[in-house]
């Protein structure tokens, strides 16, 4: 549009410098220079609105890359993934959770020994099986031990997707076994019978 203002105007001048030279009373030259120096102001101002839309382009555009940036470092720091490092020296890709509940086993009892398979998604959470036991972890991030004969029984049961829902403790003794919590309700070892008991509620 600005362009077009210019032109008009220019157009104008110029027939009005024709008209006056056609009376005799302007003198073309100087109609002429005062042509040539509106449209040179028009021009520049043209120039600097042009100036201003690129730099708002720029801007946005450096806006765009920042929200780019941001959102890979949002996605980096979401990441929940990280690496056991095992015995022999070598790692393996596991949720932070259950990463952090494997370290702290380790440096107990040490009795998981390596995984066994890879990370397992269910139900929203993830599940990890090792030599010694497996590590659950829940929607909200944490990680609990599953093993032996309740482990058994809770996976017959449908592990984490089943009426139990996902462990809320590891598995800790008791004075005739072994228990282990979950959302709904527990299940229980006893050391003499060797048998594992379902309780919901």
Known sequence: MRKTIIAA???????????????????????????????????????????????????EAGAGDGENADGAEAGQNGSETTAIALSDGSEVPAPAG?????????????????????????????????????????????????QGVILQEYLAGGGPTGELGFPT?????????????FDSGEITFDLATEEATVEQG
């Open 98 to 146: 259950i990463a952090e509940k494997y370290e702290e086993i380790q440096a107990t009892s040490g009795h998981l020994g390596a995984p066994v398979g890879e990370t397992q998604e269910v139900g929203g959470g993830q599940m990890l099986e090792f030599e010694g036991g497996t590590l659950i972890q829940n929607p909200d991030g944490e990680a609990y031990l599953v």
């Open 9 to 59: 105007s220019a157009a104008t001048l110029l027939a009005l410098s024709a008209c006056g030279a056609e009376d005799g009373g302007v003198d073309v030259d100087s109609a002429t220079d005062a042509v040539a120096t509106e449209v040179d102001r028009l021009t520049e101002g043209a120039g600097d609105a042009g100036s201003g839309d690129t730099a708002g382009s720029g801007s």
């Open 169 to 181: 403790t590891d598995e800790t003794p008791t004075a005739n076994g072994f228990i282990s919590t």
